[in-house]
């Protein structure tokens, strides 16, 4: 390849970094400016991969042709963003072309560029759940400002609550409450606009509490406004001081604070449809859904741990009576009685729901039938000391039948629920506003 390496020379004075590889991706070349950049020296970085300059390795590739914006990594780590521009280059006809790369460090818009691509992929990509997605938003920010203690907080009132957190050192944690006052966020919160201390022992603020009680000097943070309201900060910092701050930094802070608002947005929506999926309009309880999934997961760890399982089925009395007499309103607040009622009785753990019309259920882990039957019975006096408002001069006393069982081995949650309301139908057959057992063989 003597001809090839006469040609390397004319990189040797180039001021920008060039480094060539063979077909491997392995380094066959680096100029003078590219041992500068990345800090090594060229006989640690020939025949080593060019993905030991890579800061994510597994991320995009670089091209071989065109021009592409990469993340890379100096020796003694940190990150920058570099361009690249690549083409092929051939050895010889008895060997395979390898590649050659031209790099500079990315000005200031075509970092910013950079930041917006990637937050754009992060919120389109379906493969994160809130959770990442939010950590993802924090991890880009702390590579892009090299500030890599980065938080997404919470502020209620004079409460900081870390919500998410990229803490290489692992010391914080989500969940962790400070004192908005003694944190660098207060005067973000204050600002109402994305403000910034590149070497706070030398400003205005080295007798801030966080500056005595972390030595915080660099501190980068904006408010997060969710549904138009403040909702809290997304910041980022480290113990040594950065460069000044930009024009160009304070809007990409405030860009990362919109986007991640947005993610607050949307989770706050998809948990509200969750809840209205899994929540009974009328009585507030678990929807049929709901509690129907809480079963199925009860049924099997019911199984697994050998543990008891019983469910209670409860039907009102007379309801199509009460609705011709007294009308559906009527029939609604005794609904919602009822509902009251079974949150007056229940165990933390238990799950209630309504499953039908005026029919409700009870699932209750590691209760027997005997315990169940106590239960049912307890409900029902409940039930009985509660008053419906019919808008004449008596309030109406509300009556159910119940019906109990208790897991058998063999029954699926479908069965075991089959077998409780085959009692309650025998409840009523009795003369209803009772409990009645499953029979254990049926």
Request: aromatic content about 6%; charged content about 25%.
């Amino acid at each position: 390849m003597g001809g090839v390496d006469a040609c390397f020379d004319l990189f040797d004075n180039l001021s920008e970094a060039v480094v060539a590889t063979d077909s491997e991706q392995s380094i066959v070349y680096v100029n003078a400016a590219a041992t500068e950049l990345f800090g090594y020296e060229a006989a640690e970085l020939l025949g080593n991969s060019i993905l030991l300059l890579r800061a994510d390795p597994d991320g995009r590739s670089v091209l071989c042709a065109g021009t592409d914006r990469t993340a890379y990594r100096r020796r003694d780590g940190a990150v920058f963003l570099g361009v690249t521009v690549g083409g092929e280059i051939h050895f010889g006809p008895e060997h395979a072309p390898g590649s050659i790369q031209i790099i500079r460090v990315a000005a200031g818009m075509e970092q910013a560029l950079d930041v917006m691509e990637r937050l754009q992929s992060i919120s389109i990509d379906s493969s994160l759940d809130f959770d990442a997605r939010m950590r993802a938003i924090l991890q880009l920010g702390a590579e892009h400002f090299d500030l890599p203690l980065a938080i997404q907080s919470r502020i209620d009132g004079d409460d900081y609550r870390v919500e998410h957190c990229v803490d290489p050192s692992g010391q914080l944690q989500p969940g962790t409450v400070f004192e908005l006052q003694g944190t660098y966020c207060t005067h973000t919160i204050r600002a109402g606009a994305p403000t910034g201390f590149h070497h706070a022992g030398q400003s205005e603020i080295r007798e801030h509490p966080c500056y005595l009680g972390f030595e915080l000097e660099s501190y980068l943070g904006c408010p997060i406004e969710v549904d138009g309201r403040v909702y809290g900060t997304v910041n980022f910092s480290r113990p040594a001081p950065s460069r000044p701050f930009t024009a160009n930094d304070y809007a990409l802070m405030q860009l990362i604070a919109h986007w991640a608002g947005h993610a607050l947005s949307q989770a706050r929506s998809r948990r509200e449809l969750e809840r209205l999926v899994r929540t009974d309009h009328l009585t507030g309880l678990l929807s049929r859904r709901a509690v129907f999934d809480g079963l199925n997961w009860q049924h099997a760890h019911a199984v697994r741990s050998e543990l008891p399982l019983s469910v209670v089925l409860i039907d009102v009395d007379h309801f199509k009576r009460i609705n011709d007499r007294w009308g559906h309103a009527v029939g609604d607040r005794v609904l919602r009685e009822v509902a009251d009622a079974c949150r007056a009785v229940k165990r933390q753990v238990d799950l209630c729901g309504r499953i039908g019309g005026e029919e409700l259920l009870f699932v209750l882990p590691d209760t027997d039938l005997e315990g169940a039957r106590t239960f049912g019975e307890r409900w029902l006096a409940e039930l009985r000391s509660r008053r419906v408002s019919t808008g004449e001069d008596a309030p109406l006393t509300v009556s159910a039948s119940l019906g109990v069982a208790q897991l058998r081995p063999e029954d699926t949650a479908e069965g075991l629920v089959a077998r409780a309301d085959r009692a309650m139908y025998e409840a009523k057959a009795e003369g209803r506003g009772r409990v009645k057992l499953a029979a254990v063989g049926v």
